[in-house]
C-alpha cells in the first residue's frame, strides 16, 4: 500500500468519524413539548370531583396558557390547575406515556401570589388504580418554587415521588417506592401547598417539555461506530499486506 492510499483511507476514515459525532450529537437527544403547540388536549382541573368548591378557568393562547384559580376550602388537599391528557393525540386515543423514557421535565410559568407550584403525573397503579375513580390513580408529585416573574425550572423526572396523602387514602403504611411513570395517564400543573385559600391566583404557563437520550439511536450508533472502527482496521490489515499474504514455509533453498 503506498502512502497516498494510506492518506485517502485515513482521510475517509476520519470525515466518517466526523458525520457520526456529528449525527451522534445532533440526534442524540429527543424531546417531547406539552405546550406550547403540544399535541394533547387540555383540561381544567378543579376539586369538584371532591366535593370541593375551588373553580379554575383556563385560557390558552399560541404562546402562553393563562390558568385562573380560586382554591376554597373544604377539600383536604386540593389540586386545581391545568392538566394534559395524555390518553389523546390529536383527539386520537393512544395507551400510556412513558415518562421512564425521559431524563428531564423544564416548565417556564409565572405566579401572581403563590410561591411553588405542583407537577404531578397521574398513573395507572396496576395494584390500587380502579378503572372509572380518577382518585385512584396514582399522583406522583414534584413541588417547584415559583415567582412573580417567569423563571425556567428543569427537574429530574425520577425525582418525582407519591403524594404522601394518596399512600395513606390507599391504607399503606409506608411509601413503596413505585411510581408507574411508564402508565402515565395526565400530566398536571396545579396549585403549590401554600396557595391561599379564597383568594384568587393565577399561574401563567409559557412552556412544558420533557427532555431525556434516545436510548436505542445510542446504541445503534455505538453499532455503526464499531462497524465503522471494524472495517477501517481490516483494510489498513489488508493492504499493509498482514491480510492475504503469503505464509512462508520456514525452509531455505539448498
Known amino acids: 500500500m503506498n502512502l497516498r492510499s494510506k492518506v485517502v483511507l485515513l482521510v475517509v476514515f476520519l470525515v466518517a468519524l466526523g458525520v457520526w459525532a456529528w449525527a451522534f450529537g445532533a440526534f442524540r437527544q429527543m424531546g417531547c413539548t406539552f405546550f406550547?403547540?403540544?399535541?394533547?388536549?387540555?383540561y381544567p382541573l378543579d376539586d369538584s370531583a371532591f366535593g370541593g368548591t375551588s373553580t379554575?378557568?383556563?385560557?390558552?393562547?399560541?404562546?402562553?396558557?393563562?390558568?385562573?384559580?380560586?382554591?376554597?376550602?373544604?377539600?383536604a388537599y386540593?389540586?386545581?390547575?391545568?392538566?394534559?391528557?395524555?390518553?389523546?393525540?390529536?383527539?386520537?386515543?393512544?395507551?400510556?406515556?412513558?415518562?421512564?423514557?425521559?431524563?428531564?421535565?423544564?416548565?417556564?410559568?409565572?405566579?401572581?401570589?403563590?410561591?411553588?407550584?405542583?407537577?404531578?403525573?397521574?398513573t395507572d397503579d396496576p395494584v390500587y388504580t380502579k378503572e372509572g375513580f380518577r382518585e385512584t390513580l396514582r399522583p406522583v408529585?414534584?413541588?417547584?418554587?415559583?415567582?412573580?416573574?417567569?423563571?425556567?425550572?428543569?427537574?429530574?423526572?425520577?425525582?418525582?415521588?407519591?403524594?404522601?396523602?394518596?399512600?395513606?387514602?390507599?391504607?399503606?403504611?409506608?411509601?413503596?417506592?413505585?411510581?408507574y411513570l411508564h402508565r402515565a395517564l395526565s400530566l398536571e400543573v396545579v396549585n403549590g401547598d401554600g396557595v391561599m385559600r379564597g383568594i384568587p391566583d393565577e399561574i401563567e404557563v409559557k412552556s412544558v417539555r420533557a427532555w431525556g437520550i434516545d436510548r436505542n439511536f445510542e446504541r445503534a450508533m455505538f453499532i455503526v461506530l464499531a462497524l465503522m472502527v471494524a472495517v477501517f482496521v481490516v483494510l489498513e490489515l489488508k493492504f499493509f499486506g498482514v491480510i492475504g499474504r503469503p505464509a512462508k514455509n520456514g525452509r531455505k533453498d539448498v
Open 36 to 42: 406550547p403547540y403540544g399535541a394533547y388536549p387540555l
Open 56 to 75: 379554575c378557568d383556563v385560557v390558552a393562547g399560541d404562546s402562553l396558557l393563562g390558568v385562573n384559580i380560586n382554591v376554597r376550602s373544604g377539600v
Open 141 to 179: 408529585v414534584m413541588s417547584v418554587p415559583a415567582s412573580r416573574s417567569f423563571t425556567s425550572e428543569r427537574f429530574a423526572i425520577n425525582k418525582f415521588r407519591t403524594a404522601v396523602w394518596w399512600i395513606s387514602a390507599m391504607g399503606m403504611e409506608e411509601d413503596d417506592g413505585r411510581t
Open 78 to 122: 386540593p389540586a386545581v390547575g391545568v392538566g394534559f391528557n395524555l390518553n389523546s393525540v390529536n383527539s386520537r386515543p393512544v395507551g400510556h406515556f412513558d415518562f421512564s423514557r425521559f431524563d428531564s421535565m423544564e416548565v417556564v410559568f409565572a405566579t401572581k401570589y403563590m410561591r411553588s407550584v405542583t407537577v404531578r403525573i397521574l
